[in-house]
């Protein structure tokens, strides 16, 4: 068996072992925050999602959030439950449900997300902000490759 350090390494493989070692570990730090919050990923994602981008329909959400049409109408669903988000009906097309922040959940959103934001920054000072802005950007570029490749 060679050794470690004299064998080849496939350092596209190699990349892909570290990207989910960093994820998992950022992921860790994301939970426990947004539990803090009585918050799972999801419905922070939703609300997050309307928050920045304004009210959109359901079908529009799930992709966004990386969620199936049966998670985000599940995730949805409890957050209307709980008063955080309102559904209408298009005018136009029955089928078609907006969904769009209540005055409570943008009263919720707003400093969960700061506090979100300041716990995720923290999270990531082992890189300095320039080496974040390259990184984002070096995973952007790699993200868009991918989504053109057949899987």
């Not at 985000?72 to 439950?81: E, M, P, Q, W, Y």
Request: proline share 4%; with cysteine.
């Amino acid at each position: 068996m060679a050794d470690k350090q004299s064998s080849p390494r496939n350092e596209r493989t190699y990349m892909w072992l570290v990207m989910m070692k960093v994820f998992h570990a950022m992921a860790a730090h994301a939970r426990a925050d947004l539990a803090r919050n009585r918050l799972g990923l999801s419905d922070f994602a939703v609300l997050e999602l309307l928050h920045h981008k304004g009210a959109m329909p359901v079908s529009a959400i799930g992709p966004k959030v990386h969620l199936t049409p049966g998670s985000i109408s599940t995730a949805v669903d409890r957050l209307h439950a709980k008063k955080l988000v309102s559904r209408t009906e298009d005018a136009t097309d029955r089928r078609v449900r907006t969904v769009n922040l209540t005055s409570k959940g943008r009263a919720l959103i707003v400093p969960v997300f700061a506090r979100h934001a300041a716990t995720m920054g923290a999270a990531s000072r082992g890189l300095t902000v320039r080496e974040c802005a390259e990184l984002a950007a070096l995973l952007k570029k790699l993200g868009k490759f991918a989504e053109t490749l057949p899987c």
